[in-house]
């Protein structure tokens, strides 16, 4: 089975600090997600990466960044962290072969900025 | 551009009960279409998904039909079990988009024993 971990399931943090948010995935997908879920609003990407060190914006990059220095491992960074960037933020990843379109989701981090 | 309407939640039913989510989408081209639920205190995972027009997803008694000439993927079930009561996302995968899902907003649905 796939597995694909997040380093927190809840996370507290204060307006300006930077957040870092691990993701990890085993089993060597090319292609990997951020996304934040937020009521109403359904879940929208943030960032994603087709390859090691290779990213794109999804579409709501404004205050975030992202590193991916290893195959395995997606960080999304919140440079200041700001209460409006409260929410639950959800990794997936897809092996990036043609004709497999599942994306494979981590449990999620919960992120409450004071 | 790409967007995904699915019906608004939240929805209640009884046990046995039939269910019916709607979606429908707009996209270029001939998108891939799937239907993730999310139980409580869980990230998501794939019910069901159909690749091509009137192909027909199914999964754990739930159903759904790629329509191209409305546009939806509606989701059915036809005898609820309280054990079925989560969110359920609609969501659209395009071409070439480097497998980027656009999701509707969700759905949360309710089965009281």
């Known amino acids: 089975d796939v597995k694909v971990t997040q380093s927190s399931r809840y996370l507290v943090k204060r307006t300006g600090e930077k957040v870092f948010l691990e993701c990890v995935q085993d089993?060597?997908?090319?292609?990997m997600f951020w996304y934040r879920q937020d009521p109403g609003l359904g879940l929208r990407l943030i960032y994603f990466?087709?390859?090691?060190?290779?990213?794109e914006k999804g579409d709501i990059p404004e205050g975030y960044s992202v590193s991916r220095e290893k195959k395995e491992r997606f960080s999304l960074i919140l440079e200041s962290a700001s209460t409006n960037q409260t929410s639950m933020y959800l990794c997936a990843s897809i092996p990036g072969l043609a004709g497999i379109e599942t994306q494979y989701f981590g449990p999620g981090t919960r992120l409450l900025v004071l | 551009g790409n967007s995904v309407t699915q019906m608004e939640g939240p929805v209640t039913l009884s046990e046995e009960a039939f269910l019916t989510i709607n979606c429908t989408y707009t996209?270029?081209?001939?998108?891939?279409l799937f239907w993730y639920v999310q139980y409580p205190g869980e990230g998501l995972q794939l019910l069901l998904k159909?690749?091509?027009?009137?192909d027909k997803g199914s999964n754990k008694g739930f159903e759904a039909t790629y329509r191209k000439e409305t546009t939806s993927f509606h989701l059915e079930k036809g005898s609820v079990q309280v054990s079925d009561s989560a969110v359920y996302f609609c969501a659209l995968q395009s071409w070439g988009s480097n497998y980027k899902l656009t999701f509707g907003k969700g759905t949360l649905l309710t089965v009281n024993p």
């Open positions: 089993m060597d997908h090319e292609n």
């Open positions: 159909a690749t091509k027009a009137d």
């Open positions: 996209a270029t081209g001939y998108p891939s």
């Open positions: 990466s087709y390859d090691v060190k290779m990213k």
